[in-house]
């Protein structure tokens, strides 16, 4: 600590200095203030809040205590990274250089409902965190989908509230979500895809996308944009027989990995300088160059209700140095949904299903 205490070669502050000194500090710690009030929404009420979109998830799922608000049904897995050669020009994250870097991950379907039948949506999804050696790490969610329905948070919430049930009736009201794609045209990609997509027999069989964009950045400090995904090496998409009943996802992935490790490539896309990176509903162009970033291997999975992955927020912006965040508005609106979720659910982690249990034993 630095002594601050008048001496003869340092005088008293005057009452003009210090005046300016504590304006500067009033000023520092208005602009706080100012920037926590517009987070929470309450300089606004118009404004959406992180607090609005977990609501209206909560409104057309169901509150179900110590769950997550979406993707509430999953499981966990564990297993590593090993990364290529192809990567550590454009960046200096430690995740593209050392041979094997540890992960955890979670695979889940995109409902708020914990207790939704597996086939009930084509939709998978993969959440990955990666740790590296020097304690910096990477979370990253990826869906099966190749493009988010919309491009912004505000269009989001709509599609939800479209699909809120009416309090009369109990059950959504038939037009509004017709009416919010007619007049969302950006949805068509989204809505070409869903019409041919067919729920999946497997977690390990799917490719899962990251879908917005991302920046790598080299040690000269050259930045370039891309997206991610990983391409499964189990090309089979059979079950090895659990396809009956609500869950069999969870069963046929505890089988096959039962019967060896599972893989998959990671593959990062170059965008060229015409592509946007501020809309995830749009795709860019099958040509461009891909890099195959290294090979994720997932050697064991944990029930979702006590294993690693419960308690970790896979927060999108939670990034290593050399990768940084695109101008995607979505990316900065599911990093504040997902603290709003994850403060909700983890005070509420003693009425998960066999948490009292847990606890007595």
Known sequence: M???SPTPDRPPLSPVSLALRLAAIGLVVGAMAVAFAYVNGSLDPQRLTPKALVNVLETNNGVHPGFRRNHAKGVCVIGYFESSNEVRAYSTAQVFNAARTPVVGRFALPSGNPYAPDSSVPIRSLALRFTQANGQQWRTGM???????VGTPQAFY???????????TGKPDPAAAPAFFAAHPETAPFLRWVKSAKPSASYATETYNGINAFYLVNSAGQRQAVRWGVVPLA???ASTGATQGADFLEQDLRERLQAGPLRWQLLITLAEPTDPTDDASQAWPAARKVLNAGTLVLQSSQAQNSGECRDI???????PSGIEPSNDPLL????AAYASS??????EVGQLPGAKQEAAQ
Request: hydrophobic share 30%; net charge negative.
């Open 2 to 4: 630095v002594d601050r």
């Open 143 to 149: 869906n099966s989908m190749p493009v988010f329905p």
């Open 158 to 168: 709509q599609l939800q509230q479209a699909q809120s049930p009416d309090p009369a």
């Open 235 to 237: 090309q089979d998409d």
């Open 313 to 319: 927020n896979y927060d999108p912006l939670i990034l």
């Open 332 to 335: 900065a609106a599911r990093s």
């Open 342 to 347: 994850y403060l909700r659910r983890t005070s």
